[in-house]
């Protein structure tokens, strides 16, 4: 194959054979995902001298890996994982320490080197929260607090696993891997100094993106929605998340992942978040099935018949060791059953993290290359039989709550701490609840209740029109628009009432009408005194964002300027006065 389609190749070989295997998945009730492992498998197979292909679907799944991140940034609340922090963080460290340990002396009783079994315990203890979060939204189950404990488990994880990553560099040369440029890094200086100017790098990073990232990121995107442009819009997603997570690699030798999550993290305070997710799911769904791709085309399946014993051991740690672990974790907490039987079954597997650190030991001289392949083997097997994990789980429950006396001990009374958890996180939710309120001006399809001017926009186009709105309050009798003042706003007001006086009317405005448009559309000082008669909340529009709403929907223009020019004809008609007719 000519050298210069093995791009177009690799897209097309994935994608298809992703979609057929998936499809097939599907129908079989197994998670796609399995189906797209499978597909890189057999490309894998079928092309083995294919190195190009590799290599570059290599690099497609690292895109995958920062656009996976980035949306597990987007969607990560500190304040809900604070929220079960009691439970989640001594759970999952004491449950990454316990698995590691049975790993690495697993892989020592192998005859593996101490930094290879370290490397083999850490990519088994964690487990996927892509993997994870697809098996909660199947059973409708992520909003429950269970499944908030588990996903928070398994962020504890992923935050655990990205500080290995980046770390991991600093230690190799003294858990005995080969550096691969160690006359300028860490060998000369020893391991501490090392290890401390990586951390120095990371919080560096951090500080940066966490401190500059909430004033510069939401502002940008903030301005490209405003230009209505979807395109630009995602763009600018992609941009912002890709770039962030390559610069970061490159300038500080922060990871590609560490990179995209904080990039995700810094967007998701912002109320574009939303926008921005689901503009970058396609995307994110897109290359995180050439990840799966890719990981099944490194698996050397001869690993089955090679090593079946050891792959038994492998499998057994994922399904059962860590499973059990959890469960006993969780208990000796002082948790209900059905809490440690749902960390137990979102456990029993594992997915990306493990196969970038495996990859990365790899790349050290830690991780023998037969440990890859028994991590990828391990990993197809345990996801494919994930649902019935989750099935048993469900089983066991029921047992528990069948019997009066098991139900009591196990559930019943262990219900304090789980109630605790659940004010906490119910108060967290009316926390943040409360604050998108107060941010938030009103949704498009308020805009529309309030303002049938805008019913004619479709949901784009208001969302579009909202972002230009700015919110204001005005007090009783506060002068909202003083007469013969130069414009520079239009005000919409949802709700409250004005009053406009002019040449002795004096006319009352209601919520859902609008004024200063007037001398906006003709250049003019304003026309009347506008004063607030009880508490008003208004959107404002500057001048600016008013002529570019009106020159983009004439549709809205035409109204606005009818109605300009009625109230304009009504103030030239003389006053008559109230008893006039006497
Ligand atoms: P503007 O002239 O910019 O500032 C004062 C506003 O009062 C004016 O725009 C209109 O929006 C509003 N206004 C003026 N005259 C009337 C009227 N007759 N009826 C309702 N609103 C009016």
Redesign the pocket.
């Known amino acids: 194959m000519p050298h210069d389609v093995t791009l177009i190749a690799t897209f097309a070989l994935g994608f298809a054979l992703a979609f057929l295997f998936g499809y097939f998945a599907n129908r079989l009730r197994l998670p796609p995902l399995v189906g797209y492992l499978l597909a890189g498998v057999v490309i894998g197979l079928y092309t083995p001298d294919f190195v190009a292909s590799r290599e570059i679907a290599g690099q497609l799944a690292e895109i995958g890996v920062i656009l996976l991140m980035f949306g597990v940034g987007l969607h990560f609340s500190v304040e809900d994982l604070m929220a079960v922090r009691r439970i989640v963080f001594p759970g999952a460290i004491a449950q990454i320490v316990f698995a590691t340990t049975i790993g690495t002396v697993l892989a020592v009783f192998w005859g593996w080197s101490l930094g290879g079994g370290i490397v083999l315990g850490l990519c088994l203890s964690v487990a996927s929260t892509v993997v994870l979060l697809k098996s909660l939204e199947e059973r409708s189950a992520i909003e429950t607090l269970n499944g908030r404990i588990a996903v928070g488990w398994l962020i504890v994880e992923d935050l655990a696993m990205v500080l290995v990553l980046v770390l991991l560099p600093a230690l190799a040369g003294a858990l005995g891997g080969q550096v691969p440029d160690a006359g300028q890094g860490g060998a000369e200086h020893g391991v501490l100094l090392s290890l401390g100017l990586t951390l120095g790098k990371v919080a560096a990073f951090a500080a940066i993106v966490l401190l500059l990232g909430p004033r510069v990121l939401p502002w940008i995107l903030r301005q490209v929605a405003r230009t209505g442009s979807r395109e630009l819009f995602t763009l600018a997603i992609l941009a912002l998340s890709v770039g962030i997570a390559f610069g970061s690699a490159e300038l500080f030798g922060v990871s590609f992942a560490l990179g995209a999550f904080f990039a995700g993290v810094v967007l998701n305070e912002s109320d574009l978040s939303h926008k921005a997710a689901t503009n970058s799911l396609p995307l994110q769904d897109a290359f995180a099935v050439l990840f799966f791709v890719s990981v099944g085309m490194l698996f050397d399946p001869s690993i089955i018949v090679r090593e079946p014993l050891m792959l038994l051991a492998v499998l057994f740690l994922i399904l059962f060791g860590k499973s059990l672990i959890a469960l006993a974790v969780v208990m000796a907490m002082g948790y209900p059953a059905s809490t440690a039987l749902m960390v137990s079954a979102a456990l029993a597997q594992i997915g990306e993290f493990s196969f970038i650190l495996a990859g990365l030991g790899m790349s050290y001289g830690l991780l023998p290359p037969e440990g890859l392949s028994l991590i990828l083997a391990g990993a197809i097997l345990s996801i494919t039989l994930n649902n019935l994990a989750f099935l048993s789980v469900e089983r066991m429950n029921a047992w528990v709550r069948a019997g009066p006396q098991r139900k009591r001990v196990l559930e019943d009374a262990r219900d304090g701490r789980i109630h605790a958890l659940a004010a906490e996180l119910e108060a967290v939710r009316a926390r943040a609840q409360a604050r998108a309120a107060a941010h938030r001006t009103i949704s498009p399809e308020e805009l529309v209740d309030r303002f049938p001017l805008f019913a004619q926009l479709n949901p784009e186009q208001r969302e579009v029109v909202l972002l230009h709105f700015l919110p204001q309050s005005a007090q009783p009798g506060e002068r909202i ?1 003083r007469k013969g003042d130069k ?1 520079d706003a239009a005000y919409f007001l949802s709700s409250g009432e004005v009053e ?1 006086s ?1 040449g002795g ?1 004096h ?1 009352r ?1 209601g919520p859902g009408s609008f ?6 559309i003709s250049g003019q000082p ?3 005194h ?1 004063t607030a008669l009880d508490y008003c909340s208004m959107l404002r529009l500057t001048t600016s964002d008013f002529n570019e709403i009106m020159r983009r929907h004439p549709e809205i223009r035409s109204q606005v300027a009818a109605l300009a020019a009625q ?1 304009d004809a ?2 030239r008609e003389p006053v008559t006065p109230p008893n006039a007719a006497g």
């Open positions: 628009i414009a406009v002019v009317r006319i405005l004024f200063g448009e007037m001398a906006l304003r026309s009347a506008v109230r009504m103030n």
